[in-house]
């Protein structure tokens, strides 16, 4: 894996606008379908006592509760996130780190009967909703409920894009502004592979993460507990590769891609990575594209990008300035 770090500073996240046509009318009528089924959900949870520091509490103990459907359909269905724009996660430790950028997303925090709201949420203002041991089981997942005190209902982040939706459409450029390093993603399939990459494109202070068609969903919950909370920090947008040459092109990117070595594709040259290979990339705008675990790169990657390996000596090469290829 190759990852060239810059310190470009994070776009501001902007609003989109969406042009009156049928086609979004009827995104549109799917979108308020969802949200229906959130306020359904909304107002499924009976009102408990009013805890000391001013959240409203709510009481949950069936799992037929149209609010634990919903959460359910959360965590199984990337479908269903995208058209409700929220997304679940399971356990307090990402709650808390997720909770470092942007506290006031979330929309429920669902916590075991006798568990006490956390200190580092004191200042939600939102729906405390308790519920037995049975629906805490029913929405995380799990078997056990020993490690699992809470569970929260967040929106999507405000810069997750998905080019494929009438909604998010045409909404791209408004999304960067002059990016220098983005990470592209070819089929990425393990969640846990993929959220570790996008928190490492955010260590790394890149301006964002591309997904190309089969990559598995960012907000899928092992992908969210991998990226640590860059998934809320970083630009996300899926996807095609013709959406990704148009990116490309407004902004004069330069597209190389990993491969190894040792895989016999002699349709053109790979390049080795080198410190002057690194330096050489320094004032470039670049996509690299990394392929998939078992698939390697897609047959488009490889006709349009150049491509580099990286030799596997167990050293890592590092160019001057805080600028550093990471191995």
Same mark, same amino acid.
């Given at each position: ?6 310190? +470009? +500073? ?8 969406? +042009?009156?046509?049928p ?25 408990a ?16 509760n149209?609010?634990?459907?919903? /959460? ?11 058209? /409700? ?13 997720? /909770? ?10 669902l ?13 939600? /203002? ?53 990016p220098?390093?983005i ?31 089969? %990559?598995?969903? +960012? ?18 947008v ?7 040459h ?14 190894p070595?040792?895989?016999g ?32 790169? %897609?047959?488009?990657?490889?006709q ?17 300035n ?6």
């Amino acid at each position: 894996m190759l990852l060239l770090a810059r310190a +470009p +500073p994070l776009p501001p996240p902007l609003a989109a606008s969406y +042009p009156a046509t049928p086609e979004r009318a009827l995104r549109f009528r799917s979108i308020s379908s969802s949200r229906a089924a959130v306020a359904t959900a909304s107002a499924a949870a009976k009102p408990a006592a009013s805890s000391r520091s001013g959240q409203k509490r709510k009481q949950v103990a069936s799992v037929a509760n149209p609010l634990v459907k919903h /959460c359910v359909k959360l965590r199984l269905s990337a479908a269903y996130r995208r058209s /409700c724009r929220r997304l679940l996660l399971v356990g307090l430790a990402p709650i808390l780190e997720m /909770c470092r950028f942007e506290l006031d997303a979330i929309d429920y925090l669902l916590l075991l009967d006798g568990v006490e709201v956390p200190e580092e949420l004191r200042e939600f /203002c939102g729906d405390v909703v308790y519920v037995s041991a049975a629906v805490m089981k029913k929405v995380s997942g799990m078997q056990s409920v020993d490690s699992t005190e809470a569970i929260a209902v967040m929106h999507m982040p405000r810069h997750f894009r998905d080019l494929g939706s009438h909604e998010d459409g045409d909404s791209l450029h408004g999304l960067f502004n002059h990016p220098k390093r983005i990470l592209v993603l070819d089929g990425i399939q393990d969640p846990g592979n993929l959220g570790t990459l996008i928190r490492s494109a955010c260590a790394f202070k890149w301006d964002g993460v591309f997904l190309l068609p089969a %990559s598995c969903d +960012p907000f899928n919950e092992k992908a969210l507990r991998a990226a640590r909370g860059a998934s809320l920090q970083l630009p996300v947008v899926t996807g095609t590769w013709h959406d990704l040459h148009e990116l490309m092109t407004k902004y004069n990117m330069k597209m190389m891609a990993g491969h190894p070595e040792s895989s016999g594709d002699a349709s053109k040259g790979i390049q080795s990575l080198s410190k002057e290979l690194a330096d050489s990339l320094l004032n470039e705008s670049l996509c690299l594209v990394l392929g998939s675990e078992g698939n390697g790169l %897609s047959s488009e990657t490889l006709q349009a990008c150049e491509l580099v390996n990286i030799p596997m000596e167990g050293k890592s090469i590092l160019s001057h300035n805080s600028q550093a290829i990471w191995i």
